[in-house]
């Protein structure tokens, strides 16, 4: 396993993107070939106002292409998982702690994973744990509803989840038509015939049919049946299933 | 009658059947049509107020039952409103619920309708309506009839991922007083059958890839625990028992909770024994995730539960001769048997030695709970372990979730002498504070 001996210097400098994978893998070439380490790297959401020096980043497919063979071959598909995941997560300032990583592997192999208990690693498993434990979460908490023959949900993850949720629901749901509004990052998941697609929408207007009502109210009984009095723990049950899920969750949205 | 009525009424007199679980499943083909799948770990959608979760849609074929085991809602000689859902009209619900996600699949259990049989086969109408006319590859949890004919437990098989029988109570006296209808043999034999079929199935399967699954989930059970005498030790024996002899996946351990008033029962003012409960399944995980022998954590001369130690820790301090373990070369099962660290947190520090060595901050990032572990290991920041004295170490250790249960939870146990002192402080603060002093003044852990 080849290791490079990079000598990048720390530069006060922000690099701005445009907020998608293959930009950062951008920043990262940008990094590597101008042999500089930017302070911050933000995109237009994330930016601040800053008195240093601000370089933006084109993005190159060809460049982005060369990055990501390059993180699989020297940190391994375990490492490209966790740029990939991380990159989702809503970790803060999380494009530069994943260039932290990728230099870090590149100088010292992919055996740095291991390290469990590195500054630079140990916060990125974190915070992908963070997010894979959301998407399974949500595989339990997407609550759909039926309009005109398509199901419809919506969500208010903090991690972007979708399109860790494309595969299990694809799969279940394979010949229904359905769609998964994330309502915090403005998009949505939608499916029909095999084909997933991720549509940035700003916001979606639903009318919920008496016969879907009826449903709703036939699962809201079961749910209030289900609890055994002699055994209350409303704690145990925020502890599995916090507050900020409840508005999207059919039975317990009015004790929200 | 009506669909909502009927539901809650046979959710309700399923709700104390505890098995809760829909993992462990293998995929189903269906050739591209039909709805659902499986999913490896399971999925809670839910959680209901008394913090159980909800993953299956738990209810009753029908509630009319011709047994009258005692302790039961639907014993035949209590005065209940007695319906049923048809086979249609449960594969329809069942189908409505699964499509807008609100659960992982069905558990069907049933009273016992005119005979075994004839509840079996309504039963598995509803089944075949979901896997045939749906093309339904969700989780199916079928439970077994007692005395059922064994073609039609084997029929069952056929359909569900998992089926269970429940034991009911500890031992055959116990069962033979309150549930006389059911015989031992009548239990273990459907158990044995399913056990037996699953691992023949196993094998088929190795040899022909299209062979019809039978209960790829495995089998579970359950028992009552305070309606009658036995101790822990009897039903971790027990379930160590079943584990071994027919390859359970899991036994469930439900508190008794009096529904009904009768001379061989508990009073109907019994609080349900949770903290019992609670200290049956950390014994379970023991045996199941942490290598651990029944005989290790009960035996004969101390059949009780500590109350204020979990099990794991109790082993501890009764063992102080296996510490302090250096982090670096214990195996896998040794890690297992230090307080703090779980089979998650040794898997990791297997994995994090090989790159460097660890001190007590990293056992920390490792997700170790070193508030506990740091009283048996020897770490590179901690190099002859822990100095202090064994009282200090039991006081790290002690449960402050004993207390959170309620002091009526705790006065069920009568082994611990100092306990009226304890149980006579006002808040749970002083009890804990109460109990360390005791700890102090006896100079050894509970017995």
């Not at chain 2, 059947?17 to 269906?30: E, I, L, Q």
């Not at chain 2, 040794?334 to 994090?352: C, E, K």
């Not at chain 2, 009226?420 to 360390?436: H, M, N, P, R, V």
Request: charged share 25%.
């Amino acid at each position: 396993m080849a290791k490079y001996t990079l000598s990048l210097e720390n530069k006060d400098c922000i690099y701005l993107y445009d907020g998608t994978l293959a930009g950062f893998y951008n920043c990262v070439y940008e990094a590597v070939y101008e042999k500089e380490i930017p302070l911050y790297i933000w995109t237009d959401h994330t930016k601040q106002q800053s008195f240093f020096f601000t370089k933006s980043i084109s993005t190159h497919m060809e460049k982005a292409q060369k990055v990501r063979e390059s993180v699989k071959t020297q940190l391994g598909s375990q490492g490209q998982y966790l740029v990939k995941t991380v990159f989702f997560s809503c970790l803060e300032d999380k494009e530069k702690k994943m260039l932290d990583l990728i230099l870090l592997g590149y100088e010292k192999g992919r055996n740095i994973l291991e390290a469990l208990d590195h500054p630079v690693v140990n916060p990125l498993y974190k915070a992908q744990r963070h997010l894979l434990g959301e998407v399974h979460l949500f595989e339990g908490f997407v609550r759909f509803e039926e309009v005109d023959g398509l199901l419809y949900s919506k969500i208010a993850p903090k991690n972007e989840v979708l399109p860790f949720l494309s595969r299990h629901f694809a799969d279940r749901f394979a010949n229904e038509k359905w769609m998964i509004f994330d309502e915090v990052h403005k998009v949505a998941l939608c499916y029909e015939k095999g084909k997933t697609q991720l549509i940035p929408v700003n916001h979606i207007e639903v009318i919920t049919s008496q016969e879907e009502l009826d449903w709703q109210s036939l699962w809201k009984t079961f749910y209030k049946t289900l609890s055994i009095k002699e055994r209350e723990n409303k704690k145990g049950r925020m502890n599995h299933m916090p507050k900020r899920y409840w508005s999207n969750l059919v039975e317990v949205a009015d004790e929200g | 009658m009506d669909l909502m009525e009927k539901l809650k009424v046979l959710a309700d007199s399923a709700k104390y059947d505890v098995a809760c679980t829909s993992s462990g499943s293998k995929p189903k083909n269906t050739g591209g049509k039909g709805i659902g799948s499986v999913a490896a770990a399971g999925i809670c959608h839910s959680f209901t107020a008394d913090g159980r979760c909800v993953s299956l849609l738990k209810v009753l074929q029908t509630n009319v039952c011709v047994y009258d085991c005692k302790y039961c809602i639907n014993r035949c000689t209590n005065d209940i409103k007695r319906v049923a859902f048809t086979p249609r009209e449960l594969a329809d619900v069942t189908i409505a619920f699964y499509r807008r996600n609100y659960i992982e699949g069905l558990f069907l259990s049933s009273g016992v309708n005119k005979s075994p049989d004839y509840t079996l086969e309504k039963m598995i109408q509803t089944l075949e309506i979901l896997r045939y006319e749906y093309g339904f590859k969700g989780y199916i949890h079928g439970k077994a009839i007692p005395g059922g004919d064994p073609a039609l437990i084997e029929k069952m098989g056929y359909l569900c991922d998992r089926m269970s029988i429940n034991i009911e109570l500890p031992s055959e006296e116990s069962l033979n007083t309150l549930a006389p209808n059911k015989p031992k043999r009548n239990i273990l034999q459907p158990m044995g059958q399913i056990a037996k079929g699953v691992a023949e199935n196993m094998k088929a399967l190795s040899l022909y890839r299209h062979t019809p699954s039978f209960v790829p989930a495995g089998q579970s059970t359950q028992m009552i625990i305070g309606a009658t005498p036995e101790t822990d030790y009897q039903m971790i024996r027990l379930a160590g028992g079943l584990y071994k002899k027919y390859g359970l996946k899991r036994v469930f351990y439900s508190a008794y909770i009096p529904a009904i008033e009768d001379t061989l029962l508990p009073s109907i003012d019994t609080k349900p024994p949770l903290l019992r409960e609670h200290r049956l399944y950390q014994a379970d995980w023991l045996m199941r995730m942490y290598q651990f022998e029944p005989e290790e954590i009960l035996s004969e001369e101390n059949p009780h539960f500590n109350p204020f130690l979990d099990p794991k820790a109790n082993w501890a301090i009764n063992h102080m001769e296996a510490f302090p373990m250096d982090i670096h070369k214990a195996t896998l099962g040794q890690l297992l048997r230090i307080p703090g660290i779980g089979p998650t947190s040794a898997r990791r520090i297997v994995v994090a030695r090989r790159e460097s060595s660890l001190t007590m901050e990293s056992l920390k990032k490792l997700g170790v709970v070193t508030k506990r572990a740091r009283y048996f290991v020897i770490t590179a920041d901690q190099p002859v372990g822990f100095r202090g004295s064994k009282n200090q170490t039991t006081r790290a250790l002690i449960d402050p979730k004993a207390f959170t249960f309620g002091s009526e939870q705790l006065s069920m146990f009568s082994t611990f002498k100092g306990m009226d002192y304890i149980l006579g402080e006002s808040s749970q603060q002083k009890q804990l504070l109460a109990l360390q002093e005791a700890l102090t003044w006896q100079n050894t852990p509970f017995h």
